[in-house]
């Protein structure tokens, strides 16, 4: 039978009513370290869900969701991509996030509105440094998971080492649902512990010899659908039974009917299993592990139907906690499709017609072309202009979307992290907040002429990508961009010439450094000023101290103190301003305590008096500062390195020669991954440096971890 496109699909799923989806729906996230094999599983589910005709290719640049060129020359994932298709009566919008920790912005924003996730590992490498960043954001947004063991046809494949390494390293309640079988040392299929079955891998045995041999992701294109399974041999329920048992054991802890059969020894369906099952994992009690190779159809599409199975429907799970900004009280909405209208902005792209696209999650209520709502928390009124299916890099006109739903909307006003709500709503979603930048350039265009183009095209790429911080100055129209690492600054010079035709000069890299108060200090003064042609005073008194343990500024009162939330305001204002520039080398003062220790506020209440305290603030604070004094700290990073054993030497030394503490070395089937702190000054260039080193195959990775001396290093 012929597969059907996607616009085909989309027909199918026309609403009945208008009143919201009449089919279930899985807002699913596949999340993985950089090269565990994300991107080509993504690929072979379209396939296996008959959205595409053959699995996209990373290496030859044939993928859906990574359809930027510079993702295609890269062979990464830059962007999040979504891809919106029927499968088996289930509405998925299939969220395919980048590995690389410089695009880690894009992860954060994504587990804010997933239901389920799918965390991919390497069954060679086991759990990397990005595997625990993405554990623990699933455990914080409490996003029941599943953990798929990829690259089962490698050499070195260890299913069982990686279920230690989840379980001790990750300390996820890891349960495995299916066991790889092996033929002459070659991956041959999957036992199916709920079913009691067999799947042949769909790998001929030259195929699985090929890509057990290949130290890289190169493995052949394999056969189709249609997906055989066969009954289990003696021998292989025999060499299973061990793990059969112990998925009994816990599934019979969460029901009592299941556990009375197995001990009255009676027959136990799949059903039964799968039933059972279902809500110790929506809970985050259990986390299903599964197997394969993303080139293989039929373990692709066993993951596909376990996320039906397993992993929750969104009506299911419900609306997160809003807060109602009047009252500043905790709401809870009901997430049905007749409930009042709120969604979450999670993100903001281009469209192919260059115009900008919020990407809502609908929590609660339905939204529909035509509609106004509010968008908070700037309070704007704004207009639903259209709405669209996602699908990868094209978009699809849908008339409305109820709870549950992903899609696109061109809105009069959309801010990234914003909510989106009925006007009389007025309420927000919590939302992310900005990666600190690491590495920082500045550009100017080849020539004048080009430099209105050069903002656009800044301007377009920060509204895609929050951590990317564009900063023009007054004076002198200097610009800089400011990211997470080179390699994301790197991405931006190359989508500005490929995409704009830009050839932009770029300085050297630079690191955004910090300041912290020396001493504590109390500073109070009467300021005096000439405002509308009135003299006013403002006596203010205020005590700073360095936080050391805080990177974030704050405000507070002292016992007694009261003042209008105007003048408040103002303070506050003065003080953002004066912390922005340093005493010693003019970078952002961080982690400072000021307390307001007293206050007499001028004689004039109008307009005029806000400007005099904000003056006043301004003033005594910068003095304040001036008095305590500061030392400049630098970004230190956690570094991962993974390298062949060949150049394991070699890459050690490299990194001890740039100042480089070794915290740790593992080593895991002929890799070696290191794991160390050093200042991020220290490592521009390093990524080459390596990828030189190694002929290509090591691989680097660097996070902010926390604001230290580069005198430690």
Known sequence: MARRKYTDIVMDSAHASGSGPSFPIRNIGILAHIDAGKTSITERVLHVAGVREQAGNVDEGTTATDYLSV??????????????????????????????????????RVLRVLDGAVIVLCAVSGVQVRTGFIASGCRA???PRMYFINKMDRRGADFFGALQEIAGELGEP??????????????????????????????????ARSAAESDIADAPETRALPIEKAPLTEESRRLIAEYREKLLDRASMYDDNLMEKIVDGKAVSSGEIRAALRAPIHRQELAPALCGSSFSDISSALLLDATIDYLPDPLVRGCPPAKDVKSAKEVRLKAESGAPFSAYIFKTVLSADLNALAWIRVWSGTIREGMKVMAMPAKKLTHIQHLYGINGAEIEPVQDAAAGEIVGARLSYMEAGGTLCEPGLQIVYESFKNPEPLVSIAVEPASQQELSKLRDALKRFSLEDVSLLIDEEKETGRITIS???ELHLDIVLERLQKEYGLRVRAGNPQVPKVERLKK????????????????????????????????ENSLLLASGIRMSLNYETSIRRAMETVLAVGPTGGWPVIGVKAVIESFVPPWSTDKRAETAVEAAASSILRRAVSLAGSFVLVPIVQISVEVPDTWFGAALATLQARGARIESVEDAGGIKSIIAYAPMENLFGYATSLRSLTEGRGIYQAKFDHYGSALEY
């Open 71 to 108: 993702e295609r020359q890269h062979g990464i994932t830059i962007k999040t991509a979504a891809v919106r298709f029927l499968h088996k009566g289930v509405r998925f919008h299939l969220l395919d996030t980048p590995g690389h920790v410089d695009f880690s912005a894009e992860v954060d």
């Open 141 to 143: 947004h409490k996003i």
């Open 174 to 207: 890891v349960l495995p649902l299916q066991i790889p079988t092996f033929e002459d040392y070659l991956w041959n299929g999957i036992a199916d512990l709920v079913e009691m079955c067999w799947y042949p891998s769909s790998l001929d045995r030259t195929e």
């Open 483 to 485: 990211g997470q690492g």
């Open 520 to 551: 504590s200090v109390r500073f109070g003064d009467e300021f005096v000023g000439d405002f509308g042609g009135e003299k006013l005073s403002v006596a203010l008194r205020v005590s700073l101290e360095n936080q050391k343990d805080k990177d």
